[in-house]
């Protein structure tokens, strides 16, 4: 029971990344997803204030590298604009991500990153099949046609079921603020792909944040030698 409890806990970050269709709405997208990989300051944060983990002047410089990188590639247009409503559900949106890494790192649940996968998405399922009986702002809709079947399934599967067995690995076995901070490279994988497959233009700012995010890595893989 306690192994089950331990794994309603790491639901937080995914019931609330439901959220992030309203938030995209309320804020810049650039802006939103800068703000929102703000997650590694939070979990370094909360190692430091509540297990009492030593910050070395190389997390620092990951964290920042990792801001900078990030910002570099992720910005709003001369014509962006701030939600507050925007703004505080990104900030809950990292919270929680930054939580559900503290949770899974220090609760040091008997349970295997394929099992514990399971039982939160299971959750996580529950609680959105509830809202879309419950919301007419999300109701329940099966994918039209087969293709899109195929790449629903591929979304459930890759970005999602082994991303989040592969974060929990990370974490056990390289800590929760290596980790978090690691976690930049998500946005700069993105960036590649919209550059080799769907053509996009490579700038210097892309460059420079690509640079930015690569330092903060080595810095962390270093330090761990």
């Known amino acids: 029971m306690s192994n089950f409890?331990?794994?309603?806990?790491?639901?937080?970050?995914?019931?609330?990344?439901?959220?992030?269709?309203?938030?995209?709405?309320?804020?810049v997208?650039?802006?939103?997803?800068?703000?929102?990989?703000?997650?590694?300051?939070?979990?370094?944060?909360?190692?430091?204030?509540?297990?009492?983990?030593?910050?070395?002047?190389?997390?620092?410089?990951?964290?920042i590298l990792a801001l900078l990188g990030i910002g570099m590639l992720y910005h709003g247009g001369a014509a962006a604009t701030l939600s507050t409503l925007g703004i505080i559900l990104v900030i809950l949106s990292s919270l929680t991500t930054a939580i559900y890494i503290v949770v899974v790192n220090q609760s040091h649940i008997q349970m295997s990153p394929l099992k514990l996968t399971f039982y939160v998405l299971l959750i996580c399922m529950m609680c959105l099949l509830a809202y879309s009986f419950t919301s007419?702002?999300?109701?329940?809709?099966?994918?039209?046609?087969?293709?899109?079947?195929?790449?629903t399934g591929w979304l459930g599967?890759?970005?999602?079921?082994?991303?989040?067995?592969?974060m929990t690995i990370a974490i056990r076995e390289a800590g929760a603020t290596p980790t978090a901070i690691m976690g930049a490279l998500e946005?700069?994988?993105?960036?590649?792909?919209?550059?080799?497959?769907?053509?996009?233009?490579?700038?210097?700012?892309?460059?420079?944040?690509?640079?930015?995010?690569?330092?903060?890595?080595?810095?962390?893989?270093?330090?761990?030698?």
């Open 5 to 27: 409890l331990g794994s309603l806990q790491n639901l937080v970050p995914d019931t609330c990344r439901w959220e992030n269709g309203r938030i995209f709405r309320q804020v």
């Open 29 to 63: 997208y650039g802006i939103a997803s800068t703000i929102l990989f703000v997650y590694p300051v939070m979990v370094a944060v909360i190692m430091s204030v509540f297990f009492k983990e030593s910050i070395t002047m190389s997390t620092i410089s990951a964290i």
């Open 157 to 166: 599967l890759v970005p999602t079921v082994l991303s989040l067995v592969f």
């Open 136 to 151: 007419s702002e999300l109701p329940l809709q099966l994918p039209p046609s087969p293709r899109a079947w195929f790449f």
């Open 187 to 225: 946005p700069l994988t993105a960036v590649t792909i919209g550059v080799l497959v769907f053509g996009e233009s490579l700038t210097p700012r892309l460059v420079a944040g690509i640079v930015f995010i690569l330092l903060s890595v080595m810095i962390i893989v270093l330090g761990k030698k």
